[in-house]
């Protein structure tokens, strides 16, 4: 690894671990979503990676993480991220669930989001998702040498708003390899040709948390869960990513995967959602 200004650039090799890692999140992620539907509780989410993972020799990054109790995180409908899954908490038609994995895999980790429907969602509900997905693309393709990274969070920022919903500010992506989190800090929110200029071999997650109603957030007194702070509904999506010689690779990204349905990964039509 080379180090510049406390930044790590990944070596060849350690993309590859990364991109291992990241198909692995992939895998993970259309899995659970699978298993949406009505009538499952969040538990029983959480107690399915646990026996994935197991069968597998991997752990989960989130367990015991400054004392996270479990080994995923579920966000429902007014969680805007870092919900803990329950046995009490039954999804219900027309809610929404943000999952978000991060298995680990050979020291490396693959750290991915997708927010999912039950049953069938109102109107609103789909265009906040459609909005979000659209969101990390957008914020995605601003990704290659000699960009900065106010360009993503200024891409998110300018496409969420004139649309009505809000861009949360209080959680942000960040940098990942071998650590869960570090340098760079990502925000979903900023002005373009501001902050840290990228360079080939960073590793980072762009991750927007996008609100129907303000995004002012609440922790709950768990100091884990938090929510919308005027009960509005919540959407994320997140893929991992390094920085190529050319523009950017998505770790996290199966081909052929419908991001409304299954996961963020795999392309995705942009004709269809607007892009």
């Known amino acids: ?74 966000s429902v409908n007014e969680v805007i991220c870092h919900g803990i899954p329950n046995s009490e908490l039954i999804l219900k038609d027309g809610d929404i669930i943000s999952i978000d994995v991060t298995p680990i895999l050979n020291e490396y980790h693959g750290d991915t989001c997708a927010t ?17 997905a659209q969101c990390l693309m957008r914020g995605i393709r601003e990704i290659r040498p000699g960009k900065r990274i106010g360009d993503i969070g200024a891409a998110i920022q300018a496409h969420a708003e004139p649309l009505g919903f809000s861009v949360v500010r209080d959680f942000i992506g960040h940098g990942i390899g ?9 925000p979903h929110y900023g ?9 080939p071999g960073m590793a980072f997650t762009v991750e927007p948390m996008i609100n129907v109603g303000d995004y002012g ?10 929510i919308t702070r005027d009960r509005s509904l919540s959407a994320q999506f997140e893929h991992t990513l390094v920085v190529t010689e050319d523009g950017v690779e998505i770790m996290t990204c199966r081909e052929g995967d419908d991001p409304f349905k ?8 942009f004709e269809e959602i607007g892009l």
Request: glycine letters at 8%; aromatic letters at 6%.
């Open 1 to 74: 690894m080379r180090r510049r200004r406390q930044l790590t650039l990944l070596s060849k090799d350690e993309i590859q671990r990364m991109r291992e890692a990241g198909q692995l999140a992939a895998e993970l992620i259309c899995h659970l979503g699978d298993m949406v539907e009505a009538g499952i509780s969040t538990q029983e989410i959480n107690d399915e990676a646990e026996r994935w993972g197991k069968a597998r020799k991997i752990i989960h990054a989130p367990f015991n993480y400054k004392g996270f109790p479990r080994s995923i995180c579920t």
């Open 217 to 226: 957030v609440k922790v709950l007194d768990d100091d884990w869960t938090a």
């Open 191 to 199: 002005t373009r040709n501001t902050g840290l200029r990228l360079r």
């Open 116 to 132: 999912f429907f039950v049953g069938e969602p109102a109107p609103k509900t789909r265009e906040l998702v459609e909005v979000t």
């Open 178 to 186: 071998r650590n869960f989190h570090g340098s760079p800090e990502v």
């Open 262 to 269: 299954i996961a963020p990964g795999g392309k995705i039509n």
